[in-house]
């Protein structure tokens, strides 16, 4: 699979766990240290760009930004390695 780069850009995790500028690459398996919850929340978008899809709405088709459900809202950005 492709890989991608999820990167927290904005928000704070009301856990803890996470904090702006974090990163994770993903492949195959589940990225260590990622929160289960935030993990759930942008595995559909990851898949999109692992599997060649786009999101034609953004600037950048390889790139998207998503939301952590917590209640303060830990902002990733998922973007496709090049």
């Known amino acids: ?11 704070e995790c009301n856990q803890g766990f996470h904090k702006v500028g974090d990163s994770w690459e993903v492949g ?4 260590c240290g990622m929160c289960t919850s935030a993990f759930a929340s942008i595995f559909p978008l ?8 786009k999101f034609f709405w953004e600037k950048d088709e390889n790139v998207t930004y998503a939301s952590c459900p917590d209640d303060k809202g830990l902002i990733f950005e998922i973007k496709l390695k090049e």
């Open 46 to 53: 990851i898949l999109v760009l692992q599997t060649g899809g």
């Open 28 to 31: 195959d398996f589940t990225p």
């Open 1 to 11: 699979m492709k890989k991608v780069i999820v990167k927290v850009v904005g928000g």
